[in-house]
């Protein structure tokens, strides 16, 4: 029998309301809150799973 590299991957997900004068300013601001711990994302974030082959090739 051959040996395959099957990953699995899920997927959490939480979208954040924040408040800031541009796109940029937002993005950096929810990256920050993230870094420092004020944002953490558990179960009730869940998502999805993905369920696929590694390739042999790339290594993904």
Same mark, same amino acid.
């Given at each position: 029998m051959k040996k395959f590299c099957i990953e699995v991957t899920e997927v959490l997900r939480?979208?954040?309301e924040v408040e800031a004068d541009s796109v940029a300013e937002a993005l950096r601001r929810v990256r920050? $809150?993230?870094r420092n711990g004020q944002i953490v994302l558990d179960a009730?974030?869940?998502d999805r799973t993905e369920?696929? $082959?590694k390739d042999e090739k790339?290594?993904?």
């Open positions: 939480r979208s954040v920050q $809150a993230y009730s974030d869940y369920i696929g $082959a790339t290594g993904r």
